[in-house]
């Protein structure tokens, strides 16, 4: 079935440091990709989309592009700040678009 | 806007007893989610509902589990009886529609359960 699967974490950075978390997925048809953030204490927010080959979605810093030939939509952001710690999940719609398909998540950490 | 309310937002109970979750979505939306996070497992749809009816109840673990959604602003997810390995994060999501390929989900802080 439909599946993601995203690096291991915790990763951790320096404040300014360059941030790639990786995520590829596995899925029959062509789904939406998504990147949430969980910041401690609260839900999953929506950090960016793309939903279609090639699309290439950002927000706050953050840009993921969606690559189909290597079924990938990896998280980046040039400078990172200590108000980016959180754990954040890679996503895809199901193939009736209907529910999210969600990674295991990745916790980020970032000092000063 | 007050965002999708989940409570309580703990509940620790003894094992047996029943445990029920409640959500109140954002207002207007037609589509709520429930979702289980553990560490081992992460995020598991649990439960889908649109205009107030269940839609996909395949990730429901097993009969101990139901969920309701009475109205357009209210649903519950009930476990009866609880097991310590029910302990996890519960979170409620609702959406504008009914698909989600272009539409956010949005979450409540979740209900973090632990079962003794």
């Known amino acids: 079935g439909d599946s993601v699967t995203q690096m291991e974490g915790p990763v951790t950075l320096s404040e300014e440091a360059f941030l790639t978390i990786n995520c590829t997925y596995t899925?029959?048809?062509?789904?939406?990709l998504f990147w949430y953030v969980q910041y401690p204490g609260e839900g999953l927010q929506l950090l960016l989309k793309?939903?279609?080959?090639?699309d290439k979605g950002s927000n706050k810093g953050f840009e993921a592009t969606y690559r189909k030939e290597t079924t990938s939509f990896h998280l980046e952001k040039g400078s990172v700040q200590v108000s980016d710690s959180a754990v954040y999940f890679c996503?895809?719609?199901?193939?009736?678009?209907?529910?999210?398909?969600f990674g295991k998540g990745t916790t980020l950490s970032v000092s000063s | 806007d007050a965002g999708v309310i989940q409570s309580p937002r703990h509940e620790v109970t003894e094992m047996g007893q029943e445990v029920t979750l409640r959500c109140k979505p954002i207002s207007g939306h037609n589509s709520l989610f429930w979702y289980r996070q553990t560490m081992m497992r992460g995020l598991e749809l649990l439960i889908y509902f649109n205009n107030n009816v269940p839609i996909d109840d395949s990730g429901m673990p097993e009969d101990r589990f139901s969920a309701k959604m009475p109205n357009a602003s209210f649903s519950t997810l009930k476990i009866q009886p609880s097991e310590p390995r029910d302990s996890a994060v519960y979170f409620c999501?609702?959406?504008?529609?009914?698909?989600?390929?272009?539409?956010?989900?949005?979450f409540g802080p979740g209900t973090r359960l632990t079962v003794l």
């Open positions: 793309a939903t279609k080959a090639d």
């Open positions: 999501a609702s959406s504008p529609t009914s698909g989600i390929v272009n539409n956010e989900q949005f």
């Open positions: 996503a895809l719609s199901n193939q009736a678009g209907t529910a999210l398909i």
């Open positions: 899925a029959t048809g062509y789904p939406s």
